[in-house]
Protein backbone atom coordinates (compact mmCIF):
# COMPACT_ATOMS: atom_id res chain seq x y z
CA UNK A 1 0.00 0.00 0.00
CA UNK A 2 1.43 3.35 -0.55
CA UNK A 3 2.88 5.14 2.40
CA UNK A 4 1.89 8.28 3.87
CA UNK A 5 4.75 11.19 2.85
CA UNK A 6 3.35 12.54 6.47
CA UNK A 7 5.25 12.04 9.95
CA UNK A 8 2.63 11.21 12.43
CA UNK A 9 2.51 8.35 15.48
CA UNK A 10 3.28 4.88 13.74
CA UNK A 11 0.60 3.63 16.26
CA UNK A 12 -1.80 0.77 15.46
CA UNK A 13 -4.99 2.61 15.63
CA UNK A 14 -3.62 5.78 12.84
CA UNK A 15 -3.30 4.57 9.61
CA UNK A 16 -4.16 5.74 6.13
CA UNK A 17 -6.92 4.23 4.00
CA UNK A 18 -6.54 3.24 0.13
CA UNK A 19 -8.29 6.72 -1.05
CA UNK A 20 -5.78 8.49 0.92
CA UNK A 21 -8.41 9.25 4.64
CA UNK A 22 -6.99 9.16 8.13
CA UNK A 23 -8.55 6.17 10.12
CA UNK A 24 -8.27 6.62 13.17
CA UNK A 25 -8.85 3.37 15.57
CA UNK A 26 -10.27 2.31 12.08
CA UNK A 27 -12.98 5.13 11.87
CA UNK A 28 -12.67 7.33 8.69
CA UNK A 29 -11.92 11.09 10.40
CA UNK A 30 -14.48 12.77 8.25
CA UNK A 31 -17.39 10.64 10.19
CA UNK A 32 -15.62 11.45 13.74
CA UNK A 33 -15.76 15.31 12.79
CA UNK A 34 -19.62 14.26 11.39
CA UNK A 35 -20.80 12.52 14.43
CA UNK A 36 -19.40 14.92 16.93
CA UNK A 37 -18.88 18.49 15.63
CA UNK A 38 -15.37 20.13 14.49
CA UNK A 39 -13.02 21.07 15.94
CA UNK A 40 -12.50 17.38 18.25
CA UNK A 41 -10.14 16.01 20.54
CA UNK A 42 -9.41 12.47 19.74
CA UNK A 43 -8.14 10.25 22.63
CA UNK A 44 -7.27 6.63 21.34
CA UNK A 45 -8.32 4.16 24.46
CA UNK A 46 -6.09 1.13 23.41
CA UNK A 47 -2.88 2.87 22.77
CA UNK A 48 -3.45 4.83 25.92
CA UNK A 49 -4.10 1.67 27.83
CA UNK A 50 -1.30 0.70 26.13
CA UNK A 51 0.89 3.22 27.42
CA UNK A 52 -0.40 2.66 31.22
CA UNK A 53 0.69 -0.66 30.72
CA UNK A 54 4.01 0.05 29.75
CA UNK A 55 4.63 2.13 32.97
CA UNK A 56 2.90 -0.34 34.89
CA UNK A 57 5.50 -2.65 33.82
CA UNK A 58 7.42 -4.87 36.57
CA UNK A 59 10.32 -4.21 37.63
CA UNK A 60 13.09 -6.25 37.90
CA UNK A 61 14.80 -6.70 40.91
CA UNK A 62 12.43 -7.18 42.84
CA UNK A 63 12.25 -3.46 43.30
CA UNK A 64 8.77 -2.11 44.91
CA UNK A 65 7.04 0.62 42.66
CA UNK A 66 3.94 3.02 42.44
CA UNK A 67 2.97 5.17 39.36
CA UNK A 68 1.16 8.06 39.45
CA UNK A 69 -0.63 9.87 36.38
CA UNK A 70 0.28 13.36 36.21
CA UNK A 71 -3.24 14.57 35.90
CA UNK A 72 -2.12 18.05 34.48
CA UNK A 73 -1.34 16.48 31.00
CA UNK A 74 -5.29 15.32 30.29
CA UNK A 75 -7.70 15.00 32.83
CA UNK A 76 -11.46 14.41 33.15
CA UNK A 77 -13.80 12.05 35.22
CA UNK A 78 -13.29 9.47 32.46
CA UNK A 79 -9.42 9.77 32.44
CA UNK A 80 -8.98 9.67 36.57
CA UNK A 81 -11.52 6.04 35.98
CA UNK A 82 -9.31 4.77 33.17
CA UNK A 83 -6.28 5.35 35.67
CA UNK A 84 -7.53 3.63 38.15
CA UNK A 85 -8.87 0.91 35.83
CA UNK A 86 -5.02 0.30 34.60
CA UNK A 87 -3.52 0.23 38.59
CA UNK A 88 -1.74 3.77 38.31
CA UNK A 89 -2.70 6.57 41.27
CA UNK A 90 -3.08 10.02 40.47
CA UNK A 91 -1.11 13.19 40.47
CA UNK A 92 -2.78 16.45 41.11
CA UNK A 93 -2.32 19.97 41.49
CA UNK A 94 -5.69 21.58 42.22
CA UNK A 95 -8.58 21.38 43.74
CA UNK A 96 -10.12 20.70 40.92
CA UNK A 97 -7.63 17.93 39.66
CA UNK A 98 -8.62 16.38 43.32
CA UNK A 99 -12.30 16.33 42.81
CA UNK A 100 -11.93 15.17 39.34
CA UNK A 101 -9.99 12.04 40.48
CA UNK A 102 -11.83 11.22 43.35
CA UNK A 103 -15.13 11.57 41.04
CA UNK A 104 -13.67 9.19 38.64
CA UNK A 105 -13.32 6.69 41.63
CA UNK A 106 -9.31 7.11 42.44
CA UNK A 107 -9.38 5.61 45.73
CA UNK A 108 -7.86 8.73 48.03
CA UNK A 109 -4.65 6.66 48.94
CA UNK A 110 -3.86 6.22 45.92
CA UNK A 111 -3.82 10.36 44.88
CA UNK A 112 -0.86 12.31 45.46
CA UNK A 113 -1.32 16.43 45.94
CA UNK A 114 1.43 18.74 44.60
CA UNK A 115 1.72 22.41 44.00
CA UNK A 116 3.77 25.33 45.41
CA UNK A 117 1.14 27.62 46.23
CA UNK A 118 -1.43 25.07 47.46
CA UNK A 119 -4.35 27.48 50.03
CA UNK A 120 -5.79 26.35 53.38
CA UNK A 121 -8.99 25.02 51.36
CA UNK A 122 -7.11 22.54 48.82
CA UNK A 123 -4.91 21.33 52.14
CA UNK A 124 -8.34 21.32 54.39
CA UNK A 125 -9.44 19.14 51.20
CA UNK A 126 -6.89 17.06 50.76
CA UNK A 127 -7.04 16.40 54.50
CA UNK A 128 -10.17 15.56 54.82
CA UNK A 129 -10.34 13.45 51.71
CA UNK A 130 -7.52 11.77 53.38
CA UNK A 131 -5.63 12.20 50.10
CA UNK A 132 -2.73 9.60 50.29
CA UNK A 133 0.02 11.34 50.33
CA UNK A 134 1.08 15.52 49.73
CA UNK A 135 3.91 17.06 48.65
CA UNK A 136 5.08 20.02 50.64
CA UNK A 137 7.02 22.41 48.40
CA UNK A 138 7.62 25.54 50.67
CA UNK A 139 8.68 26.60 54.11
CA UNK A 140 5.19 28.48 54.34
CA UNK A 141 3.33 25.35 53.69
CA UNK A 142 5.01 23.53 56.48
CA UNK A 143 2.73 24.74 59.55
CA UNK A 144 -0.19 25.72 56.87
CA UNK A 145 -0.42 21.69 56.51
CA UNK A 146 0.66 20.82 60.29
CA UNK A 147 -2.14 23.13 61.47
CA UNK A 148 -4.91 21.39 59.34
CA UNK A 149 -3.71 18.17 60.31
CA UNK A 150 -3.81 18.51 63.33
CA UNK A 151 -7.05 20.38 63.32
CA UNK A 152 -8.52 16.77 61.89
CA UNK A 153 -6.75 14.86 64.38
CA UNK A 154 -4.96 12.28 61.79
CA UNK A 155 -1.05 12.09 60.55
CA UNK A 156 -0.98 13.16 57.40
CA UNK A 157 1.66 11.14 54.89
CA UNK A 158 4.07 13.95 53.13
CA UNK A 159 6.61 14.05 50.93
CA UNK A 160 9.62 16.62 50.81
CA UNK A 161 10.07 18.29 47.34
CA UNK A 162 13.48 19.03 46.59
CA UNK A 163 15.29 20.57 43.66
CA UNK A 164 18.29 18.43 42.82
CA UNK A 165 20.30 21.06 40.47
CA UNK A 166 19.52 19.25 37.12
CA UNK A 167 18.65 21.07 34.09
CA UNK A 168 17.68 18.82 31.21
CA UNK A 169 17.84 19.45 27.96
CA UNK A 170 14.26 21.17 27.37
CA UNK A 171 12.32 23.87 26.91
CA UNK A 172 13.37 26.51 29.72
CA UNK A 173 9.44 27.30 30.45
CA UNK A 174 9.59 23.13 31.48
CA UNK A 175 12.96 22.91 32.96
CA UNK A 176 11.87 22.39 37.37
CA UNK A 177 14.61 20.93 38.22
CA UNK A 178 17.65 23.43 38.31
CA UNK A 179 18.90 25.67 41.11
CA UNK A 180 16.44 28.71 39.55
CA UNK A 181 12.64 27.04 40.10
CA UNK A 182 9.76 28.15 41.76
CA UNK A 183 9.17 24.54 42.79
CA UNK A 184 10.58 23.09 45.86
CA UNK A 185 13.83 23.16 47.99
CA UNK A 186 17.24 23.48 46.81
CA UNK A 187 19.61 20.55 47.46
CA UNK A 188 22.27 23.10 47.34
CA UNK A 189 22.36 25.70 50.07
CA UNK A 190 20.97 23.39 52.32
CA UNK A 191 17.33 24.35 51.93
CA UNK A 192 16.38 20.89 51.74
CA UNK A 193 17.61 19.73 54.89
CA UNK A 194 16.36 22.54 56.68
CA UNK A 195 12.51 21.74 55.48
CA UNK A 196 13.29 17.92 56.46
CA UNK A 197 14.29 19.11 59.75
CA UNK A 198 11.28 21.25 59.72
CA UNK A 199 8.90 18.61 58.95
CA UNK A 200 10.60 16.10 61.43
CA UNK A 201 9.05 18.65 63.98
CA UNK A 202 5.39 18.15 64.07
CA UNK A 203 4.71 14.62 64.63
CA UNK A 204 1.10 14.94 62.61
CA UNK A 205 3.56 15.12 59.56
CA UNK A 206 4.95 11.51 58.59
CA UNK A 207 7.30 12.34 56.30
CA UNK A 208 7.61 9.21 53.81
CA UNK A 209 9.87 10.19 51.30
CA UNK A 210 11.20 12.68 48.93
CA UNK A 211 10.27 13.83 45.49
CA UNK A 212 12.04 15.28 42.33
CA UNK A 213 10.77 16.59 39.08
CA UNK A 214 13.36 17.69 36.65
CA UNK A 215 11.20 18.83 33.50
CA UNK A 216 9.24 17.66 30.96
CA UNK A 217 9.80 16.31 27.47
CA UNK A 218 12.87 15.22 28.54
CA UNK A 219 13.96 12.69 25.06
CA UNK A 220 17.14 11.12 27.38
CA UNK A 221 17.51 8.69 30.56
CA UNK A 222 20.64 10.09 31.55
CA UNK A 223 19.57 13.32 33.56
CA UNK A 224 16.93 10.99 35.26
CA UNK A 225 19.32 8.84 36.62
CA UNK A 226 21.76 11.38 37.69
CA UNK A 227 18.50 13.39 39.62
CA UNK A 228 18.18 9.69 41.18
CA UNK A 229 22.03 9.66 41.74
CA UNK A 230 21.62 13.09 43.88
CA UNK A 231 18.24 12.35 45.22
CA UNK A 232 19.45 8.78 46.63
CA UNK A 233 22.67 10.57 48.42
CA UNK A 234 19.79 12.92 50.15
CA UNK A 235 17.87 10.01 50.57
CA UNK A 236 20.73 8.00 52.93
CA UNK A 237 21.68 11.22 54.33
CA UNK A 238 17.83 12.14 55.97
CA UNK A 239 17.61 8.23 56.90
CA UNK A 240 20.97 7.68 58.29
CA UNK A 241 21.98 11.08 59.87
CA UNK A 242 18.40 13.08 60.23
CA UNK A 243 16.60 9.63 61.75
CA UNK A 244 13.58 10.10 59.32
CA UNK A 245 12.66 6.33 58.32
CA UNK A 246 11.75 7.47 54.92
CA UNK A 247 10.72 4.28 52.43
CA UNK A 248 9.52 6.17 49.13
CA UNK A 249 11.35 7.92 46.20
CA UNK A 250 9.58 9.59 43.26
CA UNK A 251 11.31 10.47 40.44
CA UNK A 252 8.68 12.72 38.53
CA UNK A 253 8.22 11.92 35.08
CA UNK A 254 9.06 13.77 32.61
CA UNK A 255 9.87 12.02 29.60
CA UNK A 256 9.12 12.89 26.30
CA UNK A 257 7.33 11.88 22.90
CA UNK A 258 8.19 12.59 19.17
CA UNK A 259 6.80 15.56 17.92
CA UNK A 260 8.89 15.12 14.74
CA UNK A 261 10.99 12.53 12.91
CA UNK A 262 14.21 13.45 14.50
CA UNK A 263 13.23 13.44 17.97
CA UNK A 264 14.61 10.13 19.90
CA UNK A 265 11.88 7.36 21.02
CA UNK A 266 11.86 6.72 24.66
CA UNK A 267 10.24 3.82 25.93
CA UNK A 268 8.73 3.84 29.57
CA UNK A 269 9.61 0.06 30.14
CA UNK A 270 13.18 0.01 29.42
CA UNK A 271 13.60 3.68 30.88
CA UNK A 272 12.29 2.67 34.28
CA UNK A 273 14.48 -0.88 33.89
CA UNK A 274 17.36 1.98 33.62
CA UNK A 275 16.38 4.15 36.55
CA UNK A 276 15.19 0.24 38.96
CA UNK A 277 18.48 -0.81 37.88
CA UNK A 278 20.35 2.26 39.14
CA UNK A 279 18.66 2.88 42.29
CA UNK A 280 19.33 -1.21 42.98
CA UNK A 281 22.95 -0.63 42.69
CA UNK A 282 23.05 2.19 44.51
CA UNK A 283 21.28 1.19 47.27
CA UNK A 284 23.05 -2.12 47.11
CA UNK A 285 26.62 -0.46 47.44
CA UNK A 286 25.55 2.16 50.12
CA UNK A 287 24.00 -0.72 52.24
CA UNK A 288 20.50 0.99 51.95
CA UNK A 289 17.08 -0.51 51.36
CA UNK A 290 16.01 0.20 48.77
CA UNK A 291 13.06 2.67 48.58
CA UNK A 292 9.59 2.03 47.01
CA UNK A 293 10.29 4.14 43.41
CA UNK A 294 7.53 6.37 42.15
CA UNK A 295 6.81 8.15 38.90
CA UNK A 296 4.58 10.31 37.51
CA UNK A 297 4.36 10.27 33.84
CA UNK A 298 2.05 12.91 31.96
CA UNK A 299 3.15 13.41 28.49
CA UNK A 300 4.24 9.85 27.76
CA UNK A 301 0.97 8.43 28.43
CA UNK A 302 -1.88 10.27 26.54
CA UNK A 303 0.49 12.62 24.34
CA UNK A 304 0.75 10.82 21.28
CA UNK A 305 -2.27 8.83 21.82
CA UNK A 306 -4.16 12.05 20.94
CA UNK A 307 -5.30 13.36 17.52
CA UNK A 308 -7.07 16.92 17.20
CA UNK A 309 -9.02 17.36 14.02
CA UNK A 310 -10.13 21.12 12.60
CA UNK A 311 -11.91 22.30 9.54
CA UNK A 312 -10.23 24.83 7.56
CA UNK A 313 -12.39 28.23 7.53
CA UNK A 314 -10.16 30.14 5.02
CA UNK A 315 -6.52 30.28 3.81
CA UNK A 316 -4.43 33.07 2.46
CA UNK A 317 -1.84 33.34 0.64
CA UNK A 318 0.98 36.14 0.60
CA UNK A 319 3.14 35.91 -2.30
CA UNK A 320 6.94 35.20 -1.22
CA UNK A 321 5.57 35.79 2.59
CA UNK A 322 3.47 33.16 4.08
CA UNK A 323 0.47 30.85 3.16
CA UNK A 324 -2.01 30.94 5.92
CA UNK A 325 -5.00 28.29 6.33
CA UNK A 326 -7.10 29.21 9.39
CA UNK A 327 -9.05 26.42 11.09
CA UNK A 328 -12.17 27.00 13.81
CA UNK A 329 -9.87 26.02 17.06
CA UNK A 330 -6.39 27.42 17.76
CA UNK A 331 -4.82 28.65 20.70
CA UNK A 332 -8.08 28.62 22.96
CA UNK A 333 -7.44 24.03 22.35
CA UNK A 334 -3.98 24.11 21.76
CA UNK A 335 -1.80 27.26 23.03
CA UNK A 336 1.28 25.30 22.98
CA UNK A 337 2.98 27.00 19.78
CA UNK A 338 1.24 30.28 21.17
CA UNK A 339 3.70 29.52 24.66
CA UNK A 340 6.51 27.42 23.79
CA UNK A 341 6.70 27.38 19.62
CA UNK A 342 6.09 23.76 20.18
CA UNK A 343 5.61 22.10 16.76
CA UNK A 344 3.07 19.29 16.48
CA UNK A 345 3.02 17.15 13.36
CA UNK A 346 0.36 17.59 11.24
CA UNK A 347 -1.34 16.48 8.24
CA UNK A 348 -4.40 16.93 6.01
CA UNK A 349 -6.45 14.27 7.10
CA UNK A 350 -8.54 13.48 3.68
CA UNK A 351 -5.45 13.83 1.47
CA UNK A 352 -2.76 11.98 3.74
CA UNK A 353 -1.38 10.38 0.77
CA UNK A 354 -1.02 13.71 -1.59
CA UNK A 355 2.39 15.14 -2.03
CA UNK A 356 3.27 18.09 0.31
CA UNK A 357 4.55 20.57 -2.07
CA UNK A 358 3.83 23.78 -0.32
CA UNK A 359 4.44 25.44 2.90
CA UNK A 360 1.89 26.32 4.95
CA UNK A 361 1.31 28.11 8.17
CA UNK A 362 -1.86 26.85 10.34
CA UNK A 363 -3.69 30.20 12.49
CA UNK A 364 -6.30 29.61 15.15
CA UNK A 365 -9.35 32.05 14.93
CA UNK A 366 -8.65 34.32 17.89
CA UNK A 367 -8.22 38.01 17.31
CA UNK A 368 -4.82 37.44 17.79
CA UNK A 369 -1.82 37.40 15.43
CA UNK A 370 0.33 35.05 17.96
CA UNK A 371 -2.99 32.65 17.82
CA UNK A 372 -0.72 30.04 15.41
CA UNK A 373 -0.87 25.89 15.74
CA UNK A 374 2.31 25.92 13.62
CA UNK A 375 4.64 28.24 11.36
CA UNK A 376 5.84 26.88 7.83
CA UNK A 377 4.98 22.80 7.88
CA UNK A 378 4.94 21.33 4.42
CA UNK A 379 1.09 20.33 3.09
CA UNK A 380 -0.29 19.66 0.09
CA UNK A 381 -2.25 22.79 -1.97
CA UNK A 382 -5.04 23.49 1.17
CA UNK A 383 -8.58 25.19 0.94
CA UNK A 384 -11.82 25.79 2.71
CA UNK A 385 -13.59 22.72 3.89
CA UNK A 386 -10.56 20.76 4.27
CA UNK A 387 -9.86 19.04 7.19
CA UNK A 388 -6.51 19.01 9.13
CA UNK A 389 -5.38 16.52 12.00
CA UNK A 390 -2.58 17.16 14.67
CA UNK A 391 -0.95 14.76 15.89
CA UNK A 392 0.75 13.99 19.75
CA UNK A 393 -2.40 16.36 20.93
CA UNK A 394 -3.22 14.31 24.12
CA UNK A 395 -1.10 16.01 26.42
CA UNK A 396 -1.04 19.85 27.63
CA UNK A 397 -3.79 21.18 24.93
CA UNK A 398 -6.80 20.48 26.23
CA UNK A 399 -6.07 20.96 29.47
CA UNK A 400 -4.50 24.55 28.85
CA UNK A 401 -7.69 25.37 26.59
CA UNK A 402 -9.13 28.67 27.70
CA UNK A 403 -12.35 30.71 26.23
CA UNK A 404 -10.20 33.67 24.83
CA UNK A 405 -12.60 35.31 22.69
CA UNK A 406 -15.20 33.36 24.29
CA UNK A 407 -14.71 30.27 21.71
CA UNK A 408 -16.06 27.27 23.24
CA UNK A 409 -13.50 24.47 24.47
CA UNK A 410 -14.19 21.43 21.29
CA UNK A 411 -15.30 17.63 23.03
CA UNK A 412 -12.98 14.85 23.59
CA UNK A 413 -14.33 11.90 22.40
CA UNK A 414 -12.59 8.28 24.01
CA UNK A 415 -12.44 6.47 20.97
CA UNK A 416 -11.50 2.71 20.65
CA UNK A 417 -11.92 -0.09 17.71
CA UNK A 418 -15.96 -1.00 18.28
CA UNK A 419 -16.95 1.57 20.69
CA UNK A 420 -16.85 5.22 21.66
CA UNK A 421 -17.72 7.73 24.15
CA UNK A 422 -17.67 11.51 25.19
CA UNK A 423 -14.63 12.04 28.00
CA UNK A 424 -15.93 16.08 27.80
CA UNK A 425 -18.58 17.43 25.47
CA UNK A 426 -18.28 19.89 23.80
CA UNK A 427 -18.47 23.71 25.36
CA UNK A 428 -22.03 25.61 24.24
CA UNK A 429 -22.14 29.60 24.31
CA UNK A 430 -24.78 28.61 27.17
CA UNK A 431 -22.25 26.93 29.16
CA UNK A 432 -20.03 30.13 28.69
CA UNK A 433 -22.57 32.67 29.85
CA UNK A 434 -23.66 30.57 32.72
CA UNK A 435 -20.88 32.28 34.62
CA UNK A 436 -21.43 35.72 34.11
CA UNK A 437 -23.87 38.08 36.37
CA UNK A 438 -24.88 41.25 35.92
CA UNK A 439 -25.02 43.97 38.50
CA UNK A 440 -27.67 45.17 39.67
CA UNK A 441 -27.00 48.87 38.28
CA UNK A 442 -26.38 47.73 35.19
CA UNK A 443 -29.82 45.64 34.65
C1 LIG B 1 5.55 17.64 39.58
C2 LIG B 1 5.30 17.10 38.23
N1 LIG B 1 5.12 15.78 38.10
C3 LIG B 1 4.88 15.24 36.89
C4 LIG B 1 4.83 16.01 35.75
C5 LIG B 1 4.56 15.32 34.46
O1 LIG B 1 5.52 15.50 33.53
P1 LIG B 1 5.37 14.83 32.10
O2 LIG B 1 4.01 15.10 31.60
O3 LIG B 1 6.40 15.50 31.31
O4 LIG B 1 5.62 13.36 32.27
C6 LIG B 1 5.01 17.39 35.83
C7 LIG B 1 4.96 18.22 34.61
O5 LIG B 1 5.50 19.25 34.47
C8 LIG B 1 5.26 17.95 37.11
O6 LIG B 1 5.43 19.27 37.24
Redesign the pocket.
Known amino acids: MEQSPYFFPRLPEISVNPDGELMLAGHPAHSLMERHGSPLVVILEDALRRNCQAWMHPAANGIRFRMYY?S??LLTTGVAALMHQEGLGI?VVSMGEMATALAGGVPPEMVLM?GNAKDRAELEYAVEQRVGRIVIDNLEEIGRLAEVVQAAGIRQKVFVRVTPGIRPSTHRY?Q?GQQDSKFGFNLEGGLAEQAVLQVLRHPELELVGLHC?IG??VLETEPFVAAAGRMLEFYAHVQQELGAPLDELNL????GIRYKDSDAQMDAASHMARLYEFVAKWCGEHGIDCPLICD?????IIGETGVTLYTVQSTKRIEEVRNYASVDGGMTDNPRFALYEARHPVAPAMRMLDRPDQLWSVSGKCCETGDMLIHDVEMCELHAGDLLAFFSTG?YTWSMASNYNRVARPAVLLLGKDREGLLARRETVEDLLSLDSVPDWLR
Open positions: AKADHVTHSQGGGIEPGRSA
